[in-house]
């Protein structure tokens, strides 16, 4: 087992590099860690190669995961959770000496220096080639596009909840307002029938009324009749021959 331990980790982008390797350089100070690369090609893929101890390498993940070295889209410092960390192996030595930041032109010299030269392992290299952005920010944005996704899904469904609330409140008020209307449409009715009940019956005792009243006049009109007077008969007697 060899002394040197090589990482290797994939960085998605610079926001602020000058900020993020100056950080980076104060871990590396701060840890010991004496050799190392920052290894760009292009702007889309971004490494640290790192030859130290175990040790110092674990802790130099701690700080990725505990202190802050990105910036965000306000410009303010901030951890960078978007690493890939590609590979860890153990090695008897490592050819690459100081820290610095260097270009690579081609994915065949970055297999040069990393692979050949520096002996890290070619499936490390395959990885950080086969996206254009860290599978760390890729796993990130496809869980925040399936949260927005549910979010819309979730608000969609209470919008839908509450369009179906408004609509049987209204269909609640709308038969509310034909039952009063019904109601009042048949104590009208039954009003007016009440009221054409007791005129048919007024009409109908009315004849008798007024006759009554015709015959009770004729009579106070005629003479009433001549008192008979009694006379008393004095009875004969009845003389026999």
Request: with cysteine; net charge neutral.
């Amino acid at each position: 087992m060899g002394d040197v331990e090589l990482l290797l980790v994939r960085i998605d982008h610079f926001r602020d590099r000058t900020k993020y390797v100056s950080v980076l350089r104060e871990w590396l100070q701060e840890l010991q860690i004496a050799n190392g690369r920052v290894i760009s090609m292009g702007s889309d893929l971004q490494l640290l190669f790192i030859a130290s101890t175990e040790s110092q390498n674990s802790k130099l993940l701690d700080f990725y995961r505990s202190r802050d070295i990105d910036t965000n889209s306000r410009g303010e410092l901030c951890v960078d959770k978007f690493i890939d960390v590609l590979g860890r192996k153990q090695v008897e030595s490592c050819g690459c000496k100081g820290f610095l930041e260097m270009n690579v032109l081609s994915s065949a010299l970055l297999q040069k220096v990393l692979v050949h030269e520096w002996h890290a392992d070619q499936e490390w290299l395959d990885a950080s080639l086969a996206t254009k952005r860290t599978q760390t920010f890729l796993e990130w944005k496809d869980a925040a596009k399936a949260a927005r996704k549910e979010r819309r899904k979730k608000e969609g469904q209470e919008k839908q909840q509450e369009r179906e609330v408004k609509r049987m409140e209204k269909r609640e008020k709308e038969e509310a307002q034909k039952a009063l209307e019904e109601a009042t449409e048949k104590s009208l009715e039954e009003a007016a029938e009440k009221e054409e009940s007791e005129q048919q019956a007024g009409e109908a005792t009315e004849p008798a009324k007024q006759q009554g009243k015709k015959r009770k006049l004729e009579q106070q009109q005629q003479p009433g009749p001549k008192k008979s007077r009694n006379k008393k008969q004095l009875s004969k007697p009845i003389i026999e021959s």
